[in-house]
């Protein structure tokens, strides 16, 4: 009795290149809400409808997964986006879903995985060390890398608040609005004075900006016409003696 043929050669690589895909998805969206350690191989397998045998046929094992998770999230992102850009990028996938499911979650991935088990630390790790060279090359100032660090830390802290803890009223704020605070207070940071130096202006308590900037216009103007009346009169009682 003759075997059956199996379907063509192009089909089963097709199929093949699919499953792959569905693997990787799975794993990423299953790492980004559980970490590393809590999402097992089999749940990645059942969520992609998949075989757990194909799984380490086609990455080895669950460590290879995540590396090739990672590397066509954020080393992919990193490659591709500007390093001006980056940051609200990078703030924006911790903040929106894609409609197609799409979106980068590296960053949810870190946060939830990272110190957390050594078999994901190696690659976890590059993937901070790649964002920290890249933020680093926004800014002219010698602590540069210093400065990446604490955007990094901004970032991240801001990811863990929303999607990790969850915490109101971050969880649900508007995006554009979270986007629109951060980015304008973080573009200081890249910022290097002319003339090397920082200095932090210090606000009187309870006035905005407007009120302290027409506070300080005020004061000077007032300062300057005490002066000025002062040195009438020196010089009125010098010319009368």
Not at 108 to 125: C, F, N, P, W
Not at 153 to 164: E, K, N, S, Y
Request: glycine content about 10%.
């Amino acid at each position: 009795m003759e075997k059956a043929p199996g379907p063509p050669s192009g089909e089963r690589r097709r199929d093949a290149a699919a499953t792959r895909l569905r693997l990787l998805e799975a794993a990423r969206d299953l790492f980004a809400e559980r970490g590393y350690e809590g999402a097992t191989v089999r749940d990645i397998a059942e969520r992609a409808g998949a075989n757990q045998a194909l799984l380490f046929r086609y990455f080895g094992s669950k460590q290879g997964l995540l590396t090739e998770v990672v590397a066509r999230g954020g080393l992919e992102q990193l490659r591709e986006t500007p390093a001006e850009e980056l940051f609200e990028t990078s703030l924006r996938s911790l903040l929106t879903r894609s409609a197609d499911g799409t979106a980068d979650r590296s960053l949810e991935v870190y946060l939830r995985s990272i110190g957390r088990g050594d078999e994901a630390a190696g690659t976890l790790r590059e993937l901070g060390e790649e964002y920290q060279k890249a933020l680093a090359t926004l800014s002219g100032a010698e602590d540069g890398v210093l400065r990446a660090d604490l955007a990094m830390a901004w970032l991240l802290g801001i990811g863990l608040m929303r999607t990790v803890a969850a915490r109101e009223p971050l969880a649900a704020a508007d995006p554009d609005t979270v986007c629109r605070l951060v980015l304008t207070t973080i573009e200081h940071l890249w910022t290097v004075p002319t003339d090397g130096t920082e200095r932090a202006a210090v606000p009187e308590q309870g006035a905005t900006g407007t009120e302290r900037a027409a506070g300080t216009d005020q004061r000077t103007g007032t300062d300057q016409g005490a002066r000025t009346d002062q040195e009438a009169r020196t010089g009125q009682g010098a010319r009368t003696d």
